[in-house]
């Protein structure tokens, strides 16, 4: 019996300690200055916008959240009919750190397109939802991509950029691509994997993937095309891209999120 009880004693003191811990990492994110964008338990900080919705439409169910997860799901779709969305933070951010936890899973989704086969993103610096027109398919924004391996052993780096309805500097000169691919290893399988932006206004802009800088570039800025459908009052090709909002995408392959969190690096502003 004795054994017993001091078994059932040390088991109780190692899930306090561990409880313990994990409020502690808490605490000390806060202390560091960190934020948590999702609170683990609702979307009701974040927009919806879906291609041929309205903003505020979480068609089918989009988006959900279980288990501290931000899930994305279609199985309440039939055909994917480009319903590509987004679901966007509240507020906007200029200078920060994001950071976030990210896995695909399941099956593509029927009628999307074969290039969003375990492809996802994060936007940011994008234009506020509430002008996304009901038909526009991507945000004027830029895209930290997301993207798993095929399992053929071929590369597929993860972190990298697109630019709807954008432009960007890389390496002195605008980029000439649409996406720019990152140096990160390819992540196969339903792995999460950590991802990070720092975001540093309308100049340096950083992607890191497990903790290495896999791609930098500069002068974020409105350009280019993809993006459709957009009201012309709001795409003014030149004008640099200094602060907007930050959006999980959603094109066809079920993701998760978890652990989003931001620091605000506006005080380092010079």
Same mark, same amino acid.
């Given at each position: 019996m004795?054994?017993?009880?001091?078994?059932? #004693?040390?088991?109780?003191?190692?899930?306090?300690?561990c409880?313990g811990?994990?409020?502690?990492?808490?605490?000390?994110?806060d202390?560091?200055?960190?934020k948590?964008?999702?609170n683990?338990?609702?979307?009701n900080d974040?927009f919806?916008k879906?291609?041929?919705h309205?903003?505020?439409?979480?068609?089918?169910n989009t988006f959900?959240?279980e288990?501290s997860?931000?899930k994305?799901?279609?199985?309440?779709?039939?055909?994917?009919?480009?319903q590509f969305?987004?679901?966007?933070?509240?507020?906007?951010?200029s200078?920060?750190?994001l950071k976030?936890?990210?896995?695909?899973?399941?099956?593509?989704q029927?009628?999307?397109p074969?290039?969003?086969?375990?492809?996802?993103? #994060?936007?940011f610096?994008s234009?506020?939802?509430?002008?996304?027109l009901?038909?526009?398919?991507w945000?004027i924004? @830029?895209?930290?991509?997301?993207?798993?391996?095929?399992?053929?052993g071929?590369?597929?780096p993860?972190?990298?950029m697109?630019?709807?309805g954008?432009?960007v500097?890389?390496?002195?000169?605008?980029?000439?691509?649409h996406?720019?691919?990152s140096?990160?290893?390819?992540?196969?399988?339903e792995?999460?994997?950590?991802?990070?932006?720092?975001?540093?206004?309308?100049?340096?802009?950083k992607?890191?993937?497990?903790?290495d800088? #896999?791609?930098?570039y500069?002068?974020?800025?409105i350009g280019?095309?993809?993006?459709?459908?957009?009201d012309?009052?709001?795409? @003014?090709?030149?004008?640099?891209?200094?602060?907007?909002f930050?959006a999980?995408?959603?094109?066809?392959?079920?993701?998760?999120?978890?652990?989003?969190?931001?620091k605000?690096?506006?005080?380092s502003k010079?």
């Amino acid at each position: 019996m004795k054994n017993t009880f001091y078994a059932a #004693v040390l088991t109780c003191l190692i899930i306090a300690g561990c409880g313990g811990l994990k409020q502690n990492n808490t605490v000390q994110n806060d202390k560091k200055g960190w934020k948590p964008l999702f609170n683990g338990k609702d979307i009701n900080d974040w927009f919806v916008k879906i291609h041929h919705h309205d903003v505020g439409d979480n068609f089918g169910n989009t988006f959900r959240v279980e288990d501290s997860i931000i899930k994305i799901r279609y199985d309440q779709y039939g055909d994917f009919n480009d319903q590509f969305g987004h679901l966007y933070y509240k507020t906007p951010y200029s200078y920060y750190h994001l950071k976030f936890e990210y896995r695909f899973v399941g099956k593509l989704q029927k009628g999307a397109p074969d290039y969003t086969l375990l492809n996802s993103g #994060v936007m940011f610096h994008s234009q506020d939802p509430r002008t996304i027109l009901k038909e526009q398919d991507w945000p004027i924004s @830029i895209e930290m991509q997301l993207l798993a391996g095929l399992g053929d052993g071929r590369p597929r780096p993860t972190g990298n950029m697109c630019s709807p309805g954008t432009n960007v500097v890389y390496k002195g000169k605008i980029a000439a691509s649409h996406c720019l691919n990152s140096t990160s290893k390819t992540y196969d399988g339903e792995q999460w994997v950590r991802g990070e932006l720092i975001v540093l206004g309308d100049s340096l802009i950083k992607h890191i993937i497990n903790g290495d800088t #896999v791609l930098e570039y500069s002068k974020p800025q409105i350009g280019g095309g993809t993006a459709n459908g957009y009201d012309p009052k709001i795409k @003014i090709d030149g004008k640099l891209l200094s602060s907007g909002f930050i959006a999980l995408q959603s094109e066809g392959q079920p993701v998760d999120f978890k652990n989003i969190w931001i620091k605000d690096l506006s005080k380092s502003k010079k």
